[in-house]
């Protein structure tokens, strides 16, 4: 038996002493097989598990996640963890179950070759230990390992009988799970932008009329659709980057840059809003900011003033739920396209395809008005409508 510490100063670790990620990646260098039971996990500490099983030699991976179904899942480990579920299913290599009827805070990782356990982890390293980030980093674990074959095989017979049913079952099975929407902290402190109440949210849902619009968002892999929907609307930052006319170099988009592209159809319709003329939206989880339409046929829904403003509110919601990341180069993210893939933009971390959108929950946003106005900050009256983007699961 051997003891695993975490390395957070100023309890550092001292020579030969071993590091619970360090010892982890090393077991799955020479495993086949390993299961897994802990209470939580992270988005980070997920998609590392499953880097972690990709280049090894692990064929077969069970993950259980014990205290979620209970408490209720976070959005994004949800998210994460369904597509990382499904994945695994599809290349037969494993699954990620949940148990249902209890809650379940045990930490145990146990490694196998030839169906033999040849090490186990067991202590209070949940499988967020596996990544050094800004919620653990801080927070200080310590567990013990043994590679005592009869020790080893006692462990093992506890983690299966944790996979088994009923004290477990697969995710894609659990009922009625409870997903906990996280906050969009984006915003904070941007310019243009207030935070508004939950009280002043639902007044203005209360004060909501009968004009509403629902506007898809034009994306890759619309189903039906011969358009790709690639380089525009809120993909807009993989389009052509901005010439510099005097030094000839081409700048890059933003990520964050967005405007949704509205199609005819819609912006003819009666009481849209009217070109060019700025209106107050007060989105469903409590920001307040200026918008307009502009274009030919007003098909350009923005955010007034600066177009980073609606992707800090809409693409802000999809990175907290885990459903694309922040890119720093569009162009190098784009290069990650795998045409062999039914999504071919997949593995490209921030383009926004309507497969995320459906992990996500929602392929349109909803905008109303209301029968509200506001003046803005220099003194005109402007009307003020509700922009939804609630997954279908909560509007």
Known sequence: MGIIYSDIPPLAVKDNERIFDEYFAGKMQNADEVVITVGYASKDSLIELDRCVRKTNVNKVILVLGMYCIEGFPESIYNVATTLNKAWKKDGIGEIRATQSMKYHGKVYV??????????????????ALVKNANNRRQYEVSWFTEDIKECCEISRHVQGVVKEPVSCPLQEVSNITIIHEENRKLDGVEGTIRVSTADVESAKLSQTNISFEIPLKVPGIPGSSNDFMKSNINKCYAKGRLNAKSGVVTERGWWETEIIVSKIITGKENYPEKNVPFYVITDDGWKFLMHVSGDYSKNFESDGDLKILGYWLKGRL?????????????????????????????????????????????????????????????????????????????
């Open 111 to 128: 490694f196998y070759n030839d169906g033999i356990p040849f090490s186990a982890i067991m202590g209070s390293h949940n499988l967020g």
């Open 319 to 395: 990175v907290v739920a885990g459903v694309v990341e922040p890119v720093d180069s569009p162009s190098a993210d784009l290069r990650l396209m795998n045409r062999d893939f039914e999504d071919i933009y997949s593995n490209c971390k921030g383009v926004i395809s309507y497969q995320k959108l459906l992990e996500y929950g929602r392929t349109s946003v909803s905008l109303t008005k209301t029968i509200n106005q506001l003046a803005d900050e220099y003194g005109n009256i402007r009307d003020v409508w509700v922009l939804s983007f609630l997954p279908q699961d909560v509007r």
